[in-house]
């Protein structure tokens, strides 16, 4: 196909080095590897997406387990069809709905069985990786099982798949309504044929507990005969409750060698008619090789926002990847009328000029990822916020982690709040700045009443946790009335800080107190006997025993972690937290012992998210993730600079298990472009950045009011990791900090770099 000849070939020529500048070849998506981060545990998907595209269309290649999260999965030979929604990156899995396999010769449908007995479906077929190729925009795949050559592309809310044919008598396609990515419950299926279109809807229950969803696809070929196939299996702990099954079964008669077949679908969380319209104005014609040319321009859009220097071809794939992988989610959550879903799960009419979005998985994404697009994007983020305000309105509270208008009451926090201080103190403010305020009072408080009757009451605990009555009433939150009571605890420090930032500003003086010393109530949990943050009970003990290396998973007094990760998460109060371990000497005693540490883990049940160890830092989860940083604050900059470039050339790489953790929407990616360009925003809130280590020789980030901002590391190689001088616009700066309203203003930052540090 020539659309991929001229892109392997323009992939050659960067590879050799003969190309140092991304602005000598505008084409971005030629250094985007899709296939990073789908092996390991990164979890993302090779799919065929738009930027924050509705429906997520791409291969699935297991069901099961922790690593079939997004539905593909590296390690594996077989695909088991093409499912059109999922998550990319995440811990949590759902999703995979109306996945449609093209089949030669007559469809197999038999039950395969439960769990890992049953990773694939009776009709998947093995492939080769040599025979898959994923770009931006595009993917497509040799069903060995069939002969034939499967590929996709998208838009926002329609995906198009072409299937190239050997001759046979009877090429034919299979819809399957129950399958699922994890052990979903289905409660609804329905699916008729007419014509050439194929309509069909779906309920079921997972980590959302109420997904409804439409589905409208139409063929180029015409159907001969159609069969649907309806049964039940005893799946589960649950026995006696059998589950249904329902595939639709398509014969599209013969096809000669290499014919190609067509199909057009689209999906709509409130109707059949959503779906219709969303597949009729976004993919009226059979243009498969506009539509993906289409997509190639989208995501050159979104990557040329940043332009890189270098000969290294490995970092260069690694950084336009980490921009691939920050432009997945949110999701747009809106049919093309402009009516969604709300939290109620009821239909609202929104503006077709400003989508209303999903997927927001703020307790990671609040700490780089929202950051960087503060500085490349900004309305995308003030976007979010009207969205998450929209949210608020409808559901009575905005969701901490809401994935298709459902709270999941997923992580701790309520960091909206950090989204909206850092944009708010930034200067962007493109929502209603007053209701904004109302629902960040809102999350900050403990009040179950008002949130929408849709969300199922045993749900309450983990939508509204007890963690916020506790600090209010009682100054701490105890280990023994609330799990994961210390992570909780700082979570909330940090955010009631971000709550009284937008109280001052507000001249809010009753509110800016209140929050400003719940923000200082993280030193409730510090005990100086043993040098960690601590769970206490509610006699005010100590809970014990203890150990800072012990772990179990979402069960102890931490959240996917344990004492020497959380014990540094106080962003906000850098000089506080330095204070409570007695000055700066002791701080930076007891910080080195954090990555000097054994990173042997006790516990029955340790966390897998306490991953990319470095002693016991763990880059692979977002609790870490500012902690380098503290040594800036230590007065140790060469330290900062050693640690972020030992992560960014040893826990990233340009392989399918290139990330030390879940991707989680963006972030850790996120954390990785920041860094390579020498700078990172320790407490998101607080409008300043802190110097790092550049990796590349000259970075350019076209802001979006024109005003481009250059980060040229001088002297630099990957053995000079050291910071020797920094100047700003010609202005020497004598620390490692500058500001974001310096940023937008444009300009020059120049850092020249040693082998020896300063």
Not at 30 to 36: G, N, R
Not at 440 to 445: G, K, L, V
Request: glycine share 8%.
């Amino acid at each position: 196909m020539n659309l991929h000849a001229s892109f392997f070939a323009k992939l050659a020529v960067c590879a050799m080095g003969v190309v140092t500048s991304c602005a000598d070849n505008k084409d971005f998506t030629a250094f985007v590897d899709p296939l990073i981060g789908t092996g390991g545990h990164g979890h993302t998907h090779p799919g065929a997406m738009v930027p924050h595209g509705m429906i997520q269309p791409g291969p699935d290649t297991r069901i099961h387990g922790w690593d079939a999260s997004s539905g593909y999965y590296y390690e594996d030979d077989s695909i088991n069809g093409f499912a059109h929604t999922r998550l990319s990156g995440t811990g949590c899995a759902d999703f995979g709905d109306f996945l449609v396999m093209p089949i030669v010769g007559e469809p197999v449908t038999a039950y395969c069985g439960e769990k890992e007995q049953a990773q694939h479906t009776p009709f998947a077929s093995a492939f080769k990786h040599e025979n898959e190729v994923a770009l931006p925009g595009y993917y497509s795949v040799l069903l060995e099982r069939y002969g034939v050559k499967a590929e996709l592309a998208s838009t926002c809310r329609a995906a198009i798949h072409r299937w190239t044919f050997p001759q046979t008598d009877k090429a034919g396609m299979v819809l399957d309504l129950d399958y699922c990515i994890q052990e979903q419950t289905t409660k609804e299926m329905e699916v008729e044929v007419s014509g050439d279109t194929i309509r069909a809807y779906h309920r079921d229950q997972w980590w959302q507990y109420d997904q409804r969803l439409f589905f409208e696809a139409v063929a180029n070929k015409p159907i001969v005969s159609h069969k649907v196939v309806r049964d039940t299996v005893m799946i589960g702990e649950n026995k006696d409750k059998p589950q249904p099954r329902c595939k639709l079964l398509v014969d599209f008669g013969s096809t000669t060698e290499g014919e190609q077949i067509m199909l057009k679908a689209s999906i709509s969380s409130l109707d059949r008619e959503g779906a219709h319209k969303n597949l009729m104005a976004e993919m009226p014609e059979w243009d498969f090789d506009g539509t993906v040319k289409a997509a190639e321009k989208l995501w050159n859009d979104c990557l040329k926002k940043i332009e890189i220097e270098t000969t290294d071809s490995v970092q260069r794939t690694i950084f336009y990847t980490a921009m691939y992988h920050t432009n997945f989610s949110p999701n747009v959550f809106q049919d093309v009328d402009g009516r969604y879903l709300g939290m109620d799960l009821k239909a609202h009419q929104g503006d077709v000029n400003d989508p209303h979005y999903t997927i927001f998985s703020l307790w990671d994404t609040h700490r780089a990822l929202h950051p960087l697009m503060s500085i490349i994007d900004p309305a995308q983020n003030e976007a979010y916020i009207r969205s998450l305000i929209q949210k608020g309105e409808d559901g009575g509270l905005v969701p901490k982690w809401d994935c298709a208008a459902n709270y999941t009451g997923c992580m701790n926090g309520y960091h909206y709040v950090a989204l909206l201080a850092d944009m708010y103190t930034k200067g962007y403010r493109n929502y209603d700045v007053d209701l904004a305020y109302k629902h960040a009072i809102r999350s900050a408080e403990y009040d179950t009443l008002g949130i929408t009757e849709a969300c199922p009451s045993w749900l309450y605990p983990y939508v509204m946790p007890a963690a916020r009555k506790y600090r209010a009433e009682l100054g701490y939150v105890p280990s023994d009335k609330e799990n994961e009571s210390v992570a909780k605890a700082l979570e909330l420090c940090y955010n009631d800080w971000c709550v009284a930032q937008l109280a001052k500003d507000r001249g809010d003086k009753a509110k800016e107190e209140q929050f400003t010393k719940w923000a200082k109530l993280y030193t409730n949990y510090f005990d100086p006997e043993v040098g960690f943050m601590r769970g206490k009970m509610a006699d005010g003990t100590w809970r014990s025993p203890f150990s800072p290396s012990h772990s179990n998973h979402r069960q102890d007094d931490y959240c996917e972690g344990n004492a020497y990760q959380w014990s540094w998460f106080v962003p906000h109060d850098p000089d506080g937290l330095i204070a409570l371990y007695g000055g700066r000497d002791n701080c930076i005693a007891k910080l080195e012992g954090l990555f000097s540490a054994s990173s042997e883990m006790e516990g029955e049940d340790v966390s897998a998210d306490i991953s990319g160890l470095i002693g016991q830092y763990a880059h692979g989860n977002e609790p870490s993730h500012a902690t380098i940083f503290l040594f800036n604050a230590l007065g140790m900059p060469w330290r900062t600079q050693e640690l972020v470039d030992y992560v960014l050339y040893n826990l990233y790489s340009a392989k399918p298990d290139d990330l030390s953790g879940n991707e989680d929407c963006g972030q850790m990616s996120a954390w990785y472009i920041l860094n390579s360009m020498g700078f990172y925003q320790p407490c998101p809130g607080r409008p300043e950045y802190t110097i790092s280590r550049p990796i590349f020789d000259r970075i350019t980030i076209h802001q979006p009011n024109g005003k481009d901002f250059v980060i040229t590391a001088k002297g630099n190689s990957p053995k000079a990791k050291y910071v020797k001088t920094m100047t700003l616009n010609g202005t020497a700066l004598d620390r490692p900090y500058f500001t974001h309203e310096q940023l937008v203003q444009g300009g020059e930052l120049v850092l020249e770099m040693s082998e020896t540090r300063k």
